[in-house]
């Protein structure tokens, strides 16, 4: 069997840059070890399968695997696909349209938007609100997990802390951008740390402008860390920049729509755009959206034997 697929980059608008992602817009008749043992021959941080809807509401549903494991939810696999997807069946008319797609963490809403008949990007709304438990390792802990001394770290009401909206994330707030390129990542500290807790990815995260506080910018820098996915370093990180929705949300005071642009992939020479979105209503946080750009780089078949 052949099983046509695609390559995007996702969070960006320049082609080799923002993160790779492969679609397979048509696994049906894939098994669980092939679309796994795919994802791991491709390598991306994420491959994603495209499959018909299983409810009445859905417009299709993605299963998405790293090289080494499937997961509930993500985010540029979610962003890429849509992308894909609104290029290979585009609605009609060719206007601003959401699309329900299933995922294991529920129905994910994605809006693709159109600007005079062209997609320009794409975005999701989360379909679990941001979630957090657990305490995070102590500041000496973390400065050995990062190669880094303890005055690099925030402190206080921006110490570190976990988040999901269907993937874990312990998000440690750095003073700067310098503190942030200047991580070495220890995997034996990981391993002893993190490896079996609830949040074993690792989100770091810098201001862009030191002198105001990591709310008030309006642009900031990020890297993440993911060896218990198979990612050594991940260039744009869309289910992260979700989970950064609910750090972020629950530090606001006032309801409203708050709106953050998130770059990362630097370090990799990928650089990449994320835009965030929290709206709060009440003390609570009632919605967090994360969009993108993305661009289609290539298309070919893989070879399943017969």
């Known amino acids: 069997m052949r099983y046509r697929f695609y390559t995007l980059d996702v969070f960006t608008d320049q082609l080799f840059g923002g993160n790779?992602?492969?679609?397979?817009?048509?696994?049906?008749?894939l098994t669980d070890g092939q679309m796994q043992n795919i994802a791991?021959?491709?390598?991306?941080?994420?491959?994603?399968?495209?499959?018909p809807p299983e409810t009445a509401v859905g417009n299709f549903r993605l299963r998405i695997f790293t090289p080494k494991t499937e997961l509930d939810f993500a985010g540029h696999p979610t962003i890429g696909a849509a992308y894909l997807l609104g290029l290979?069946?585009?609605?009609?008319?060719?206007?601003?349209t959401t699309w329900q797609l299933e995922e294991p963490v529920?129905?994910?809403?994605?809006?693709?938007?159109?600007d005079q008949g062209q997609l320009i990007q794409t975005e999701l709304t989360v379909a679990q609100l941001p979630q957090t438990?657990?305490?995070?390792?102590?500041?000496?802990?973390?400065?050995?997990?990062?190669?880094?001394?303890?005055?690099q770290l925030q402190q206080g009401e921006y110490e570190a802390k976990a988040y999901s909206c269907g993937l874990p994330f312990l998000?440690?707030?750095?003073?700067?951008?310098?503190?942030?390129?200047?991580?070495?990542?220890?995997?034996?500290?990981?391993?002893?740390?993190?490896?079996d807790q609830w949040a074993h990815c690792v989100y770091c995260l810098a201001p862009a402008d030191p002198a105001l506080g990591l709310l008030d910018n309006k642009l900031?820098?990020?890297?993440?860390?993911?060896?218990?996915?198979?990612?050594?370093?991940?260039?744009?990180?869309?289910?992260?920049?979700?989970?950064?929705g609910g750090y972020f949300g629950d530090r606001l005071e006032a309801p409203g729509q708050y709106h953050w642009q998130i770059e990362q992939g630097q370090a990799l020479g990928r650089p990449s755009q994320l835009q965030l979105t929290v709206v709060k209503e009440n003390q609570a946080i009632t919605a967090v959206k994360v969009a993108g750009r993305s661009v289609l780089v290539s298309e070919g078949f893989m070879n399943l034997g017969n």
């Open 133 to 151: 438990q657990g305490s995070a390792p102590s500041g000496q802990d973390l400065t050995l997990l990062l190669g880094l001394s303890i005055d």
């Open 171 to 195: 998000f440690i707030p750095l003073v700067d951008e310098e503190a942030l390129n200047g991580i070495s990542f220890n995997l034996a500290v990981w391993q002893d740390l993190l490896a």
């Open 106 to 114: 529920g129905l994910v809403p994605v809006t693709l938007h159109y």
């Open 20 to 29: 790779p992602l492969a679609v397979f817009p048509d696994a049906q008749g």
């Open 40 to 51: 791991a021959e491709i390598n991306y941080s994420e491959t994603v399968f495209v499959l």
């Open 220 to 244: 900031i820098h990020g890297r993440m860390f993911a060896p218990g996915l198979g990612i050594a370093e991940d260039p744009a990180t869309g289910s992260g920049v979700a989970a950064l």
């Open 88 to 96: 290979l069946q585009p609605p009609s008319p060719l206007v601003t």
